[in-house]
């Protein structure tokens, strides 16, 4: 990602600054067993129906903010979200930058 200029830094990234998106990152970035859930914990922890949520991850999986993995365990389809190393950066980033948008107001 290389380094931002202070405009950047005054911009977060809004693909995570869409709320539900941002509840998926956080969800996943949060979980004390990995980063790793399936698709149905997702939807059933943020209320969301599995047409909003795929299309909330593929637009995060299209960035390279998670990774989802679809396979079968005892002949039933599986489908689990991974927050890749790129995803933890990008999420990192952004708190940082609405800490520094909120640090900015208090002067």
């Known amino acids: 990602m290389g380094k931002r200029s202070k405009a950047e830094l005054s911009r977060p990234d809004k693909l995570i600054h869409e709320r539900g998106r941002f509840l998926i990152m956080t969800r996943l970035a949060g979980r004390e067993d ?61 708190i940082e930058d609405m800490k520094r948008i909120i640090d900015s107001l208090k002067k």
Not at 41 to 48: C, D, P, S
Not at 63 to 76: A, P, Q
């Open 34 to 94: 990995g980063n790793t859930a399936s698709f149905t914990e997702l939807k059933n922890a943020l209320g969301y129906t599995s047409g909003n949520l795929s299309i909330r991850l593929k637009l995060l999986a299209e960035r390279g903010y998670v990774n989802i993995e679809k396979r079968f365990r005892d002949n039933k389809p599986l489908t689990t979200v991974r927050l890749t190393a790129k995803g933890w950066k990008a999420l990192d980033a952004y």
